[in-house]
């Protein structure tokens, strides 16, 4: 696994993206520490897709965010449950 900080990340992105197909590679700063990982990408006509996986498939839809967002701001001001 490669650590590097988040300074030398970003003045050699294009380095540890391909150093990230191979292997393990962390971002750190002082708080966190980031994973990065590839995947590999189907691309479409007009933008790349990630492929589907469990993680992408417990996600929900910019419509249902909108929905429950605004479900949620009528509950807090009706004070409706």
Known sequence: MTVVSTK???SN???Y???AVDGNVCIKNEK???HLICRPVV???EYLIFE???ELRSCITMDEVRT???EGIH???TGSE
Request: charged letters at 40%.
């Open 43 to 45: 691309q479409d006509e």
């Open 8 to 10: 030398e990340f970003n």
């Open 32 to 34: 966190y520490m980031f």
């Open 17 to 19: 993206f391909e150093m």
């Open 13 to 15: 992105q294009e380095k």
């Open 75 to 77: 509950q807090f001001f």
């Open 68 to 70: 429950r967002t605004r």
């Open 52 to 54: 589907p996986n469990d």
